[in-house]
């Protein structure tokens, strides 16, 4: 098994927590509040803005009504399986984001 390049992880951790979210039809408000955090901490994890504690993890999963070894192990996956975007391609996403510009 190949360690994981740096960011990939984190980035595949984010995507798996909005992923979970939109299956549950929850706000970012209505998780970070579930997972006792503030919004913009939420909402930077789930930007992949900043790297997820284990203790974040374990929050966010409870309120996401799942385990944090379950959305690790979907997110290993997705990294194993190379379904990580290179840095290059996150950074544009997160570009696109930050002035709103959708991708068709």
């Given at each position: 098994?190949?360690?994981?390049r ?61 385990t ?22 996150r ?14």
């Amino acid at each position: 098994m190949a360690l994981a390049r740096r960011g990939e992880l984190n980035w595949a951790l984010s995507r798996e927590i909005f992923t979970r979210r939109e299956e549950l039809g929850l706000s970012q408000k209505e998780t970070a509040s579930r997972a006792g955090m503030r919004y913009n901490v939420y909402q930077r994890l789930e930007y992949d803005e900043r790297a997820m504690t284990v203790e974040q993890l374990a929050a966010i999963a409870d309120a996401l009504e799942t385990t944090g070894d379950e959305i690790y192990k979907a997110a290993k996956g997705r990294v194993d399986r190379g379904e990580v975007p290179t840095f290059s391609e996150r950074a544009a996403e997160k570009l696109d984001a930050a002035i709103g510009y959708r991708r068709k």
